[in-house]
């Protein structure tokens, strides 16, 4: 990999690989670092439960979005 990540990294899922309640076709998600299940072609996904999980790779087209949608698809930070 070419170094780490400062922005956050988006994609599109081409196809729910069997999770169905998990992964929307045509929706866009979260891609959190994860070196590791990058080698073994994985990415960590916040996917439709709020949590990540890893998920093949195959699954997802990665997309590049303004600043904007960027923000307006990250979760908001609660102020406690």
Do not use: H
């Not at 073994?40 to 990665?62: K, N």
């Amino acid at each position: 990999m070419e170094g780490q990540e400062t922005e956050s990294r988006f994609v599109v899922c081409i196809n729910d690989g069997g999770y169905p309640d998990d992964l929307k076709v045509r929706t866009i998600y979260q891609v959190l670092p994860d070196e590791a299940a990058a080698r073994s072609s994985y990415l960590r996904i916040v996917d439709e439960t709020g949590e990540d999980y890893l998920y093949p790779a195959a699954l997802f087209v990665p997309i590049d979005l303004p600043r904007e949608a960027q923000e307006a698809l990250l979760p908001v930070e609660v102020e406690r």
